[in-house]
């Protein structure tokens, strides 16, 4: 990355930027960026951009429960609950109600009022022979982080203030890994892994 950085090939001033990608694509001031894609996360970023996007492969396609999609969330005080999981159950169970949903009609200028640019249809699309899907041993395991947050808290603040450095190739990384690795290892990153390891274990041991 810092060498791509340095030939010109990253924007420049990428790592200060907020604005998701398809921000920056739609305005003309790149043409690609690095992301994990699903089934139709594709659809959903070629939405965003407002332009037709392609994806080149990098790796194997992994299933596991380490990135959340996009979710829908029901209020508690909803008085409409069960209309409401009527219309969600349509839009996961039915295609055209899905497209017609996140796509619109065709009618509209550019996007339709409702603008689901990043709507999730994972959970509709069929099973494809395209390409084998591994399947992670851990998928479906959720780590209870009570005991370490305070930990975790500052392993999060850490990996915030390198990520957009690290991956948009501003900071040499022959330097600024070292240093963000020991950083981690002063926050208390062992424990954390070792409290996971050990509830992964035991999910692990209970479900087989």
Not at 73 to 83: K, Y
Not at 154 to 168: D, F, P, T, V
Request: charged share 20%; hydrophobic share 35%.
């Amino acid at each position: 990355m810092h060498q791509w950085y340095q030939e010109g090939l990253i924007l420049r001033n990428a790592s200060l930027r907020d604005e998701p990608a398809t921000d920056r694509m739609r305005l003309g001031n790149s043409f690609g960026f690095f992301a994990r894609l699903n089934r139709d996360s594709l659809d959903c970023c070629t939405r965003a951009c407002g332009t037709e996007l392609t994806a080149i492969p990098l790796g194997p396609t992994i299933q596991n429960g380490s990135i959340p999609v996009e979710s829908w969330c029901l209020p508690v005080t909803n008085s409409h609950r069960r209309e409401a999981l009527d219309l969600l159950e349509l839009l996961y169970t039915d295609a055209s109600c899905y497209n017609l949903f996140a796509n619109g009609d065709g009618k509209e200028e550019q996007f339709h009022p409702w603008q689901n640019l990043y709507l999730n249809a994972s959970g509709l699309m069929s099973e494809t022979d395209e390409q084998t899907q591994w399947v992670s041993p851990a998928y479906g395991f959720s780590f209870n982080n009570s005991a370490v947050t305070a930990k975790l808290d500052a392993c999060r603040a850490l990996k915030n203030s390198y990520h957009n450095g690290l991956m948009c190739g501003y900071l040499d990384s022959e330097e600024a890994l070292p240093e963000f690795l020991e950083k981690l290892e002063q926050a208390g990153i062992q424990e954390i892994l070792q409290a996971k390891q050990s509830a992964l274990d035991n999910w692990l041991n209970a479900s087989h």
